[in-house]
């Protein structure tokens, strides 16, 4: 159980571009989602966190508008990079917590390279 | 604002030996403590979590001790083996409000047989 999937696993996509990625909790639903990049070997960095039929709230030094966050229901949240640049190239991970739980489930991630 | 310090970055330990990884933590509302290992390009998997309200906890090879008076929690891996080669990250986090995770800077463990 608690299962956590991402689409897509890696995009490459041309500068000035905008790219979506999803993430879907599989089996259980989801209170909260979190999106995080993980630049090479680097720790993940939490960028915004997400109830379903809310706003998300970013962390500082994130550009809300630049990183548009969705959560439409209570088993998928989406991220779509905005005007994408090469600098923006990273690896998002998503994660989901279960109802009255403490623990995050993680996506596999997406490995997003700007060109 | 809250920070996660976790030492060391790299730990080379022969196979059979213990590797231990400690960290500590800024905000005193943090009160659940999980441990992720993350193998090259995949996402991070549990393995083992402490909430504040115990000083250990054990399973099988691997065990988390907690200090919350000094704010220091740590990792013990006993009798490594080369399949624990990763890349670990210790997370803080309170179990109210929005119950995100602030993550340490992780320690890459190598295990050499």
Redesign the interface.
């Given at each position: 159980g608690a299962v956590v999937s991402q689409h897509p696993s890696r995009v490459i996509c041309k500068s000035g571009t905008s790219v979506k990625i999803e993430c879907r909790s599989l089996d259980f639903q989801a209170t909260?989602m979190?999106w995080y990049r993980q630049f090479p070997?680097?720790?993940?960095?939490?960028m915004a966190?997400s109830n379903e039929g809310s706003k998300a709230?970013y962390e500082?030094g994130v550009e809300k508008d630049k990183f548009l966050i969705n959560h439409a229901s209570l088993t998928l949240s989406t991220l779509t990079v905005t005007s994408a640049h090469p600098e923006d190239s990273s690896?998002y991970?998503c994660s989901a917590?279960p109802m009255g739980s403490?623990?995050?489930?993680?996506?596999?991630?997406t490995?997003l390279t700007v060109t | 604002?809250e920070n996660v310090e976790q030492h060391p970055s790299t730990l080379s330990v022969q196979e059979g030996d213990s590797a231990v990884i400690k960290c500590t933590y800024s905000d005193s509302a943090s009160n659940?403590f999980?441990w992720?290992k993350q193998e090259l390009?995949?996402?991070?998997?549990?393995i083992i979590?402490i909430?504040s309200n115990v000083g250990e906890k054990k399973d099988q090879r691997i065990a988390v001790t907690l200090n919350k008076t000094a704010k220091h929690f740590s990792l013990h891996i006993t009798e490594t083996q080369p399949e624990d080669s990763a890349v670990y990250?210790c997370a803080a986090?309170t179990?109210s409000g929005?119950?995100?995770?602030?993550?340490?800077?992780?320690t890459?463990l190598k295990v050499l047989a």
């Open positions: 909260t979190f070997k680097q720790s993940l960095m939490l966190t709230t500082q690896f991970i917590r403490y623990e995050q489930y993680f996506g596999p991630g490995r | 604002g659940y999980p992720y390009g995949k996402r991070p998997q549990l979590d909430r990250f986090s179990t929005t119950y995100k995770y602030i993550f340490g800077t992780g890459r």
